[in-house]
């Protein structure tokens, strides 16, 4: 990527619109902007910067605005604008950036050009910068000699993470990250199954179990039926003795006792049975609302006492009130008159809101339901309750004359038949046996029901829920999965090993073409990231000063830069493309001697692909030459700075000399006050 120019619009030191076109010639790459102190050469850097990224380079200074002030006077509606142009390969690319007032969020787009069409089409602008200068190597190719100290001071995890992103291994990481994801979800897909399947075991167990005991049920139900039977046998065996007796008045209350046991059994006993179950079911159905009926009463009362207290509810709603006056007509069809309206809208404050009118209904429609509730309930509870009535006078009448009919037998037993008192007393024996067993009948039939219906209900929970199978396979894909991650994850640590020596090798490359004081780069310890700069044969770093600090600055970021240079040279290699993009530098001299100044711009021209390069004046006229010399100079500009004041400071130098010519740095007296940038003929 190389940028061609840029547009500043009302943005920091300028006012107005301004543009800078940058060299992207292969033989002269590199742009040169000189200027005095505090006239807008970092206000350029910050420009990109903001542009690309949205924010300040970490060392901006934070109290100027973005927008310019001058701008703001004379228009508050004034709005920073800066606008970028780019090539890469064959493409042509616009990123632009607008902040519309100081405190607004910035506005960002960005556009390709489409040669066969002669148009722009959108691009996604975060995901064109993230590949054109991620966030992570912009400190090397957007370079601030005075916040260089940043690139070292606890942040080596960021030369890390910087020098993995030159070399690809920030995919690599992610597609490791991803492979153990995926892991973790397979091992998490194994763990439910085998959750699933061991519930499953336990969901058989347990419907084996409800099973057994709905077996062992039905088998105590059957040996329980057939003893009624036994039982029923033995009884009528003793009814035929004791009616084949030759005892006419005997035979006939026992004929009559058989009648009226038989009706209680077949007849009178089930019904009541049904009649209860129909009462228990009523209640349980209705129970709440019939129960909560008494409450009815209370609620009414209250809401009685309130309307005619005048509060709420009140006897028409403001919706009711509202729609008789937009009609103005009465219910009964009258035209309002003037008296009535004003009645109307003094009644509207004291009308139900559409919210309370709403909740006055639903209280009337659930009072409503109660009352509905409990009339049902009151009507089939008479209907039940008076045939359990008939029911029970009919099975206490016929009890009553059954024990009449065997007192009756056993008083005449002995004027007959010695045998009958003997037959009878049998006979009630097993008819006690029998009422047992019918109890007992009950009893079992009611379990019998309650495990049927449990185990079916088991059973279509086990079928809705479905069978887990754990797939062969899957344990086969877990395995690989870890083993490519484990292989990945060598391969990553091998890669890193190799990039720390290749940076560390490009490092001392630097160090021995251009370093005056026979310096070189080590690292402290096998796993760090951040080089010291030493004393040829030393392994302590010696107390850096800033001009050192600059200079450690330069080469690491020259050295990024030709690594990635390098690995877009050599795309046998490549896992994805290096980063390419020109090299801003902004007051990179200001703390170094000469012997450094020569040997930083040499190192910053000769290792970049394009370079623009913001000088103070003060170092200038020894930097030139060198650019001069190296023959790769393709633009020049100067910044000059107009002022209102009539009289500069002290300590603002007026005057510059550029290409033999005396330029004005400072023009005073001015309506505006702003920077301005000019082209120099080279």
Known sequence: MKITGIEIENFRAFHGKHEILFSTDEKKPVTV??????????????????????????????????????????????????????????????ISRTLPSENSESIFSALKYVSKDHSWDEEEPRALVNRLLPKNLRDFFLFRGEGVEDLFHKNEQRLKNSMEHIQGLTYLEEGRKDLENFYISLLA?????????????????????????????????????????ETEKSINQFNTLINDSGVEAIAQKNKENIRLQTKLKIEILPNIEKLNKEKIKLISERGFRVLGYSYKEKIDTFLAAQ?????????????????????????????????????????????????????????GAELGAFEIANKDYQKDIHRINTQLQELNITKDQFENDIKENTAFIKDHANFNNKDVAKWEKSKDAEEVVLKNLLVESGTLGNKLDAAKAEFEKEKRLAEKSGSANLDSSL??????????????????????????????????????????????????????????????????????????????????????????????????????????????????????????????????????????????????????????????????????????????????????TIEGKTVVSHLLGQDFTTSSIYEVKI
């Open 33 to 94: 902007i000189v200027a005095q102190n505090n006239v807008g050469k970092s206000s350029i850097l910050e420009a990109i910067y903001w542009c690309l990224y949205g924010e300040m380079p970490i060392d901006a200074d934070k109290t100027d605005d973005k927008i310019n002030n001058q701008s703001e006077e004379i228009d508050e509606a004034a709005q920073a604008k800066v606008k970028l142009k780019l090539i890469e390969g064959s493409d042509d690319f616009v």
């Open 189 to 229: 897909k194994r763990e439910k199954l085998s959750k699933k399947m061991k519930k499953e075991e336990v969901d058989r167990n347990n419907l084996s179990e409800l099973n057994q005991a709905v077996e062992v049920l039905e088998k105590r139900l059957a040996k329980n039926n057939q003893d009624i039977q």
């Open 307 to 363: 309307r005619a207290k005048g509060k709420f509810p009140a006897d028409y709603s403001e919706a009711f009130l509202k729609s008789l006056l937009d009609s103005e007509n009465c219910i009964c069809g009258e035209k309002l008159d003037d008296a009535k309206k004003e009645h109307l809208k003094s009644s509207l404050g004291e009308g139900l809101s559409t919210e309370q009118d709403r909740i006055t209904r639903d209280i």
């Open 475 to 656: 344990d086969a894909k877990i395995n690989f999965i870890d083993e490519a991650s484990q292989l990945l994850l060598s391969s990553l640590d091998k890669s890193r090993e190799e990039i720390r020596n290749g940076l560390l090798k490009t490092l001392q490359e630097l160090t021995k073409k251009y370093s005056t004081l026979g310096e070189t780069f080590i690292y402290k310890d096998d796993e760090s990231f951040n080089p010291l700069l030493v004393e040829k044969g030393q392994n302590i770093e010696r107390v850096l000063n800033k001009g050192d600090l600059t200079m450690k600055g330069i080469y690491f970021a020259c050295a990024a830069i030709m690594q990635n240079m390098s690995r877009r040279k050599n795309p046998e290699h490549l896992i994805s493309e290096g980063t390419s993009a020109p090299m801003i530098v902004d007051a990179p001299f200001s703390n170094l001697d000469q012997n450094n100044l020569t040997s930083a711009t040499k190192m910053i021209i000769e290792s970049c692909e394009q370079s623009v390069i913001l000088v103070n004046y003060k170092d200038y006229k020894n930097f030139i030459e060198v650019v001069k010399k190296s023959k790769k100079l393709g633009k020049h500009y100067f910044i000059q700075r107009s002022v209102k004041e009539k009289k500069a400071g002290s300590e603002v130098d007026l005057n510059m």
